[in-house]
C-alpha cells in the first residue's frame, strides 16, 4: 500500500491560517471516512489531532480542523502559535485491514 | 492519566529476533484495541501491527507478515510484539498505540522503544 502524499513543508506567520494537504486514492482517502492527523514535535511521541475526517478529541483546540473532498484530505490550523511548529501526518484506512500514513509535513511559524 | 511504556528494544543483528513489550496504565486495557507504529530515524511513521481487545483478531503490514506476532495480556495490561528475522529495514523506534473501537486512529501513544538492526 502507497503512503499518502503530503507537501514535505508548509509556512505562516502568528495569526494566520495554514492548510496542509494529504492526497490518496479512491481505495484508501476518497473510500472511507477514517482519516486522522496527527502533531508530532522533535523528539516526541505522535498527538491525535483530528480522527473521522473532522472530529476533535478532548482537549484538541477548535483551531486544529479537518475536511476531506474526494480523495484529498486537509488540515487547517487557524491563528497560528509558535507551539504549532511541528510535523503533521495524516493517516487513513486503506481497506483490507490496512492503515496508511502519508509521509508528513513539517510546519514552520515564520 | 493514561501511560503506554515500551521496552525490549535495541541493537540485534540482522536475521535475528526481538520482543517488544508495552505496559499499559490509567485505563482498562481490555476495553482497547491496540497497534504498533514505527518510525525510522528521520522518517515517517508506519503502522506495523494491529490487535483487537480481547487479543482473537490481528492484522499486520504486508512489509512485516510473516516474521512479525502481535500478543497482548490483559490479565497483564501489556502489549507484545514478537520480531523475527530482523532486517535494516526494521531498525526505527517502535511506538505502542491506543486505538478506540473503530476509531481506525490512535489517541494515545507511548514514548517508543529503538530497535536497531545493525552487524
Known amino acids: 500500500q502507497s503512503a499518502l502524499t503530503q507537501p514535505p513543508s508548509a509556512s505562516g506567520s502568528p495569526g494566520q491560517s495554514v492548510t496542509i494537504s494529504c492526497t490518496g486514492a479512491?481505495?484508501?482517502?476518497?473510500?472511507?471516512?477514517?482519516v486522522s492527523w496527527y502533531q508530532q514535535h522533535p523528539g516526541k511521541a505522535p498527538k491525535l489531532l483530528i480522527y473521522?475526517?473532522?472530529k476533535r478529541p478532548s482537549g484538541v483546540p477548535d483551531r486544529f480542523s479537518g475536511s476531506k473532498s474526494g480523495n484529498t484530505a486537509s488540515l487547517t490550523v487557524s491563528g497560528l502559535q509558535a507551539e504549532d511548529e511541528a510535523d503533521y501526518y495524516c493517516?487513513?484506512?486503506?481497506?483490507?485491514?490496512?492503515?496508511?500514513f502519508g509521509g508528513g509535513t513539517k510546519l514552520t511559524v515564520l | 492519566e493514561v501511560q503506554l511504556v515500551e521496552s525490549g528494544g535495541g541493537l540485534v543483528p540482522p536475521g535475528g529476533s526481538l520482543r517488544l513489550s508495552c505496559a499499559a496504565s490509567?485505563?482498562?486495557?481490555?476495553?482497547?484495541?491496540m497497534n504498533w507504529v514505527r518510525q525510522a530515524p528521520g522518517k515517517g511513521l508506519e503502522w506495523v501491527s494491529y490487535?483487537?481487545?480481547?487479543?482473537?483478531?490481528?492484522f499486520y503490514a504486508d512489509s512485516v507478515k510473516g516474521r512479525v506476532t502481535i500478543s497482548r495480556d490483559n490479565a497483564k495490561n501489556s502489549l507484545y510484539l514478537q520480531m523475527n528475522s530482523l532486517s535494516a529495514e526494521d531498525t526505527a523506534l517502535y511506538y505502542c498505540?491506543?486505538?478506540?473501537?473503530?476509531?481506525?486512529?490512535?489517541?494515545?501513544w507511548g514514548q517508543g522503544t529503538l530497535v536497531t538492526v545493525s552487524s
Open positions: 473521522e475526517v473532522t
Open positions: 498505540a491506543r486505538e478506540p473501537h473503530d476509531w481506525n486512529s490512535f489517541d494515545f
Open positions: 479512491s481505495s484508501d482517502i476518497g473510500g472511507y471516512n477514517y
Open positions: 493517516s487513513s484506512y486503506a481497506g483490507s485491514n490496512n492503515l496508511v
Open positions: 490509567g485505563f482498562t486495557f481490555s476495553n482497547y484495541e
Open positions: 490487535i483487537s481487545s480481547g487479543g482473537s483478531i490481528v
